[in-house]
């Protein structure tokens, strides 16, 4: 009874902490400009976190070793460095856009420029990384930001036409005004959402984090089979809102404000009240999962004690790097740059350095070494090399794609 | 003796500088003027028809004032920016002269009509804004109608 | 036999605590005085070792910050072999970290930034 | 001397022929006594070839990773020209350069280290 709730629990957080500035960004966007026509991105992008964090957990699991430190074995000290860079850029703009997506929310409740809403937003991230307990930190944000059931709810409520949105999504075509670089490039933003490079760094980690033994990997599985699909189904919800009220008005979103207006219209204030707490608690949580993540990539190359199961004077250097990371996450917003802006190009970025990691996940998952008898299926592995190179040709076509469609205008 | 190390993060801070400068640059002909000024009648369409839909909200009282003054506030200084951006661009022609007229009459009268829907959602005057927003529909048809013959 | 590239270089090193202790980022080979082929008496590990392995501008900059971190007549941080007690997935040593001379930069941070903090010696809630 | 120093070395043989450079040391644990760790390694010989693949460190030619095919197809197919040169072959380590006796030809593949 007490691992059924411990399974519906691990659920119901995968569900709330699936969503992210990313993915609200992204799918807003995608829905206002394109409709459906990009749906098929976003079942593909959860098809491959799902693939992809189901092998970084079980290996967490089994050898006791989270993505970064395999990362280094696998690739060498020196390809892994280039790597970590590569990695750290991301994972350290992704917390900057989430601290300002944090700030943004707090905008909309308040009214006061957002821009002062970062220092507080950010001193409030470190302090629950560096005072509350892991798991406490993953159940209380994974559960609040099950708030963003309000999208479902608001699209139910707007009665729409069912079987002309599954045409659109099942009959994608690039509408008229829009080219076919932009589709594309659009393409890759929204792949990138759904498999951000930090999520696998954090659910790796976290297996070890939380101590998970090989009577834990059905736990592993459910979490992963069920709760992520959950979560981007929520995607799925933003991006068909958007379908429903900003795509008929040819409004191309820009700020954080219209991903909530769809609700607004159909929910009022209650909708609008608990979509801004959705927004909250979704950006909250993924600013604690890439802040984390920061410390993990940095620590595992370098071998150094890591996580939040240890008293900081026990992690110095990874607490070091956190508290550096969020600072400078904060201070970049604090530039005034755009954060959706910032959330578009990292998304983008984010896809193109997705290979680095998920590739030398999908050979140690293979490794009897560490793995045991838990190798790869034979379906794991066919899905994993399809979707691996699917992501290393987005590697090699997005920085080209990022300058013809002028980064999506 | 060994490869130099990937320059990848270089890369990626050129590519994000290669892609904010290409926003602007100087125009030469009228073609390019005026899909720039397609392209900017697309994007005020697009804040003129936020603008409406944040009306349609305010009449339905189905938000808080906080958030919709804040909403219309964004979307009047994401107008001001599109028309100094594309005012920003030297006409290179009489017939790019005529273009621009056009279609600043039609920034003008979105701007005003959208400060004066931020001043009244500030005011919490939400019965004020149909009326005020009543020229909106206009504006944003034409607009649409200025993008699609230039495009 | 075992190969070192494959099976024990860039492994993660753990201490008799089960605290991670580093990477093994190079091995010390030692010529036995009779003769005969070498042997690897010593793990290297933290930045000096690392740098090594790296090559180039980067391995030189990392060498020169390793450098200002450690005095300058010590060679980079050495385990010996000796206190290694099992290589499976990682290399588990029989020492406590706080012996190892490969600790010398994680003490540095910990008392002259995280200790100073409010918390940082207590276990998160 | 460290581990570093070997790999990436040039490999020649006598006629200054190379099979390319140092991939991997193999090291056999019969050295003398260390500690609580029993007997030393000890080096036994060096896998030899191309090193400007990734596929060196990733277990698909000496070791039993097998999945997915296609990356192993590919990684073995990359370093098919891998040697083993045993150490009493090694005649001298100078900087970035390992002089064998012998010539290449006669060298084996590296096979799997258990």
Same mark, same amino acid.
């Given at each position: 009874?007490?691992?059924?709730?411990?399974?519906?629990?691990?659920?119901?957080?995968?569900?709330?902490?699936?969503?992210?500035?990313?993915?609200?960004?992204?799918?807003?966007?995608?829905?206002?400009?394109?409709?459906?026509?990009?749906?098929?991105?976003? &079942?593909?992008?959860?098809?491959?976190? &799902?693939?992809?964090?189901?092998?970084?957990?079980?290996?967490?699991?089994?050898?006791?070793?989270?993505?970064?430190?395999?990362?280094?074995?696998?690739?060498?000290?020196?390809?892994?460095?280039?790597?970590?860079?590569?990695?750290?850029?991301?994972?350290?703009?992704?917390?900057?856009?989430?601290?300002?997506?944090?700030?943004?929310?707090?905008?909309?409740?308040?009214?006061?420029?957002? @821009?002062?809403?970062?220092?507080?937003?950010? @001193?409030?991230?470190?302090?629950?990384?560096?005072?509350?307990?892991?798991?406490?930190?993953?159940?209380?944000?994974?559960?609040?930001?099950?708030?963003?059931?309000?999208?479902?709810?608001?699209?139910?409520?707007?009665? %729409?036409?069912?079987?002309?949105?599954?045409?659109?999504?099942?009959?994608?075509? &690039?509408?008229?005004?829009?080219?076919?670089?932009?589709?594309?490039?659009?393409?890759?933003?929204? +792949?990138?959402?759904?498999?951000?490079?930090?999520?696998?760094?954090?659910?790796?980690?976290?297996?070890?984090?939380?101590?998970?033994?090989?009577?834990?990997?059905?736990?592993?599985?459910?979490?992963?089979?069920?709760?992520?699909?959950?979560?981007?189904?929520?995607?799925? $919800?933003?991006?068909?809102?958007?379908?429903?009220?900003?795509?008929?008005?040819?409004?191309?979103?820009?700020?954080?404000?219209?991903?909530? +207006?769809?609700?607004?219209?159909?929910?009022? !204030?209650?909708?609008?009240?608990?979509?801004?707490?959705?927004?909250?608690?979704?950006?909250?949580?993924?600013?604690?999962?890439?802040? @984390?993540?920061?410390?993990?990539?940095?620590?595992?190359?370098?071998?150094?004690?890591?996580?939040?199961?240890?008293?900081?004077?026990?992690?110095?250097?990874?607490?070091?790097?956190?508290?550096?990371?969020?600072?400078?996450?904060?201070?970049?917003?604090?530039?005034?740059?755009? %954060?959706?802006?910032?959330?578009?190009?990292? @998304?983008?970025?984010? $896809?193109?350095?997705?290979?680095?990691?998920?590739?030398?996940?999908?050979?140690?998952?293979?490794? %009897?070494?560490?793995?045991?008898?838990?190798?790869?299926?034979?379906?794991?592995?066919?899905?994993?090399?399809?979707?691996?190179?699917?992501?290393?040709?987005?590697?090699?076509?997005?920085?080209?794609?990022?300058?013809?469609? !002028?980064?999506?205008? | 003796?060994?490869?130099?190390?990937?320059?990848?993060?270089?890369?990626?801070?050129?590519?994000?500088?290669?892609?904010?400068?290409?926003?602007?640059?100087?125009?030469?002909?009228?073609?390019?003027?005026?899909?720039?000024?397609?392209?900017?009648?697309?994007?005020?369409?697009?804040?003129?028809?936020?603008?409406?839909?944040?009306?349609?909200?305010?009449?339905?009282?189905?938000?808080?004032?906080?958030?919709?003054?804040?909403?219309?506030?964004?979307?009047?200084?994401?107008?001001?920016?599109?028309?100094?951006?594309?005012?920003?661009?030297?006409?290179?022609?009489?017939?790019?002269?005529?273009?621009?007229?056009?279609?600043?009459?039609?920034?003008?009268?979105?701007?005003?009509?959208?400060?004066?829907?931020?001043?009244?959602?500030?005011?919490?005057?939400?019965?004020?804004?149909?009326?005020?927003?009543?020229?909106?529909?206009?504006?944003?048809?034409?607009?649409?109608?200025?993008?699609?013959?230039?495009? | 036999?075992?190969?070192?590239?494959?099976?024990?270089?860039?492994?993660?090193?753990?201490?008799?605590?089960?605290?991670?202790?580093?990477?093994?980022?190079?091995?010390?080979? /030692?010529?036995?005085?009779?003769?005969?082929?070498?042997?690897? /008496?010593?793990?290297?590990?933290?930045?000096?070792?690392?740098?090594?392995?790296?090559?180039?501008?980067?391995?030189?900059?990392?060498?020169?910050?390793?450098?200002?971190?450690?005095?300058?007549?010590? /060679?980079?941080?050495?385990?010996?072999?000796?206190?290694?007690?099992?290589?499976?997935?990682?290399?588990?040593?029989?020492?406590?970290?706080?012996?190892?001379?490969?600790?010398?930069?994680?003490?540095?941070?910990?008392?002259?930034?995280?200790?100073?903090?409010?918390?940082?010696?207590?276990?998160?809630? | 001397?460290?581990?570093?120093?070997?790999?990436?070395?040039?490999?020649?043989?006598?006629?200054?022929?190379?099979?390319?450079?140092?991939?991997?040391?193999?090291?056999?644990?019969?050295?003398?006594?260390?500690?609580?760790?029993?007997?030393?390694?000890?080096?036994?010989?060096?896998?030899?070839?191309?090193?400007?693949?990734?596929?060196?460190?990733?277990?698909?030619?000496?070791?039993?990773?097998?999945?997915?095919?296609?990356?192993?197809?590919?990684?073995?197919?990359?370093?098919?020209?891998?040697?083993?040169?045993?150490?009493?072959?090694?005649?001298?380590?100078?900087?970035?350069?390992?002089?064998?006796?012998?010539?290449?030809?006669?060298?084996?593949?590296?096979?799997?280290?258990?």
């Amino acid at each position: 009874m007490k691992k059924l709730l411990e399974v519906a629990l691990g659920i119901l957080t995968a569900v709330g902490g699936f969503v992210d500035i990313g993915d609200l960004v992204a799918a807003t966007a995608t829905g206002a400009r394109f409709g459906l026509a990009l749906a098929w991105v976003l &079942v593909l992008g959860v098809i491959g976190i &799902v693939i992809y964090a189901e092998m970084a957990g079980r290996v967490a699991t089994v050898s006791h070793r989270p993505v970064f430190d395999l990362v280094r074995e696998r690739l060498g000290a020196r390809v892994a460095l280039a790597n970590l860079f590569a990695s750290f850029f991301v994972t350290l703009l992704t917390l900057a856009a989430e601290i300002g997506g944090v700030a943004l929310a707090v905008e909309l409740l308040t009214g006061i420029n957002y @821009l002062l809403w970062v220092p507080p937003a950010a @001193l409030l991230v470190w302090l629950v990384l560096w005072r509350m307990r892991f798991q406490v930190m993953e159940n209380l944000f994974g559960l609040a930001g099950l708030t963003l059931l309000v999208v479902v709810v608001a699209v139910w409520h707007a009665h %729409p036409d069912w079987s002309a949105l599954l045409h659109g999504a099942t009959h994608p075509a &690039v509408p008229m005004g829009e080219g076919r670089p932009t589709y594309f490039y659009f393409a890759i933003a929204l +792949l990138g959402s759904a498999m951000t490079p930090y999520e696998v760094f954090f659910f790796s980690s976290g297996a070890v984090e939380e101590g998970w033994s090989t009577t834990d990997l059905i736990v592993n599985r459910m979490n992963v089979y069920l709760g992520f699909p959950l979560g981007g189904a929520l995607a799925l $919800a933003v991006m068909v809102a958007a379908t429903l009220f900003l795509q008929p008005r040819g409004i191309d979103p820009t700020h954080l404000s219209q991903v909530a +207006l769809p609700v607004v219209l159909v929910l009022g !204030k209650v909708g609008l009240a608990f979509t801004i707490f959705a927004f909250f608690a979704a950006t909250f949580g993924a600013a604690l999962e890439t802040g @984390l993540s920061c410390g993990y990539t940095i620590a595992q190359y370098f071998g150094w004690q890591w996580g939040k199961y240890v008293k900081p004077a026990q992690a110095a250097r990874f607490h070091l790097v956190m508290l550096v990371s969020v600072v400078t996450g904060a201070l970049l917003i604090l530039t005034t740059i755009d %954060p959706i802006k910032l959330t578009e190009y990292m @998304l983008v970025l984010s $896809a193109a350095a997705l290979p680095l990691t998920y590739f030398p996940i999908l050979v140690v998952a293979n490794d %009897p070494d560490y793995m045991g008898s838990k190798v790869n299926s034979r379906i794991s592995n066919a899905i994993g090399s399809v979707l691996l190179v699917i992501l290393v040709v987005i590697m090699l076509a997005a920085p080209p794609l990022m300058i013809i469609t !002028k980064a999506g205008q | 003796m060994r490869k130099p190390l990937l320059p990848v993060v270089p890369a990626l801070l050129l590519l994000i500088a290669v892609v904010l400068a290409g926003c602007t640059g100087p125009v030469r002909s009228f073609g390019v003027y005026e899909s720039k000024a397609a392209r900017t009648a697309k994007e005020e369409a697009s804040a003129v028809e936020n603008a409406r839909l944040v009306v349609q909200a305010a009449t339905g009282h189905k938000a808080f004032g906080r958030y919709l003054s804040q909403v219309l506030t964004e979307t009047g200084d994401e107008a001001s920016s599109i028309q100094s951006t594309f005012d920003a661009i030297q006409p290179p022609d009489g017939r790019s002269d005529q273009l621009q007229a056009e279609l600043d009459d039609l920034l003008d009268a979105a701007a005003t009509t959208i400060a004066a829907l931020r001043t009244a959602a500030r005011r919490g005057d939400f019965g004020a804004m149909p009326r005020l927003a009543a020229p909106l529909a206009g504006v944003s048809r034409k607009l649409d109608e200025f993008a699609r013959a230039h495009q | 036999m075992i190969d070192a590239g494959l099976m024990l270089l860039d492994r993660q090193l753990i201490d008799a605590d089960g605290m991670l202790a580093g990477k093994v980022d190079d091995l010390e080979l /030692t010529f036995p005085e009779g003769g005969g082929p070498p042997v690897v /008496t010593a793990i290297l590990a933290g930045p000096g070792a690392l740098a090594g392995r790296l090559g180039g501008r980067l391995g030189h900059l990392v060498e020169v910050v390793a450098a200002r971190l450690r005095h300058p007549e010590e /060679t980079p941080g050495r385990i010996s072999f000796g206190l290694v007690k099992r290589i499976d997935s990682a290399v588990r040593l029989s020492a406590q970290r706080a012996e190892l001379d490969t600790d010398r930069v994680e003490s540095l941070v910990r008392d002259y930034v995280i200790r100073r903090i409010p918390g940082g010696d207590h276990a998160p809630e | 001397m460290r581990l570093s120093e070997l790999l990436h070395a040039e490999v020649l043989d006598e006629h200054g022929r190379s099979p390319g450079r140092v991939q991997d040391v193999r090291l056999v644990q019969d050295g003398p006594v260390v500690g609580s760790f029993g007997a030393a390694f000890r080096v036994a010989g060096l896998v030899v070839g191309s090193t400007r693949t990734f596929g060196v460190r990733l277990g698909y030619d000496r070791r039993e990773v097998n999945g997915p095919w296609p990356v192993k197809a590919l990684i073995t197919y990359l370093l098919r020209s891998a040697r083993y040169v045993p150490w009493e072959r090694v005649r001298s380590i100078e900087a970035d350069r390992v002089v064998i006796t012998g010539s290449i030809d006669d060298l084996q593949p590296p096979g799997s280290p258990g």
